[in-house]
């Protein structure tokens, strides 16, 4: 069974930094594509950011590039968003996405539950 568990979130003034984690069980981790995305109160949810497998290649929306980082640690199962300088804009629940974001054929396609980010001016 796939599990996702998602850490790190919280709240912070703007101008502070977060770093997200999704720990990763139940799936082969290295050749899985992942990536975040985001929902705001009232809004659909919006593509962040996602990396290959490999760790090669890295997309980011155009509102967060420059500010966030996705990485992923194959010997620790473990994805991260490091968010710097953040906005009150970037409030939202935060979501690990296992083989869903890139566009490219994964074995599955997983989400973890979410977390919180809120950001305060």
């Known amino acids: 069974q796939v599990q996702m568990v998602e850490s790190g979130g919280g709240s912070v003034q703007a101008g502070g930094s977060l770093r997200l984690s999704c720990a990763v069980s139940?799936?082969?981790?290295?050749?899985?594509?992942m990536g975040w995305s985001r929902q705001a109160p009232g809004k659909e949810r919006e593509f962040v950011a996602s990396?290959?497998?490999?760790?090669?290649?890295?997309t980011y929306a155009d509102s967060v590039k420059g500010r966030f980082t996705i990485f992923k640690d194959n010997a620790k199962n473990t994805v991260y968003l490091q968010m710097n300088s953040l906005k009150p804009e970037d409030t939202a629940v935060y979501y690990c996405?296992?083989?869903?974001?890139?566009?490219?054929?994964?074995?599955?396609?997983?989400w973890g539950q979410g977390t919180q980010v809120t950001v305060s001016s």
């Open positions: 139940g799936l082969i981790f290295s050749i899985y594509d």
């Open positions: 996405n296992a083989g869903g974001m890139t566009g490219r054929k994964m074995p599955g396609n997983y």
């Open positions: 990396i290959t497998g490999s760790g090669d290649l890295t």
